[in-house]
């Protein structure tokens, strides 16, 4: 198969899941999380980059890593965030199942 027919192949998948359930689900309890949580989530952001930015000889390196796991636990215990995940991780089980197919109606 040539480049430009899985290429129509790839924009035709893209724009149906655009339109499958889950997917506008998942794009709805994202919106959800970020206006509900949005100060939760923008200190988890911020502790995140500074986590990163950091390394183990850092003076606050412990204080960061404590400070991180506090802020993920309290925002990964939403019952939305919660959800969210589930549903995601379906939508990635449904895209792998269907790209494989695609491979093996290819081949």
């Known amino acids: 198969m ?5 290429q129509l192949i790839v924009d035709k998948y893209i724009n149906a899941l655009k339109n499958d359930q889950t997917y506008l689900n998942l794009k709805q309890i994202y919106q959800e999380i970020k206006t ?38 309290k925002l990964y215990e939403k019952e939305e965030v919660k959800k969210y995940f589930y549903m995601q991780h379906n939508l990635e089980d449904k895209i792998n199942k269907d790209i494989k197919e695609v491979f093996e109606n290819a081949i």
């Open 36 to 73: 509900k949580y949005f100060y939760l989530l923008s200190d988890f952001i911020k502790i995140k980059s500074e986590l990163n930015k950091a390394n183990k000889y850092y003076p606050n390196y412990e204080d960061l890593k404590l400070e991180y796991q506090k802020i993920k636990t």
């Open 2 to 6: 040539d480049a430009l027919k899985w």
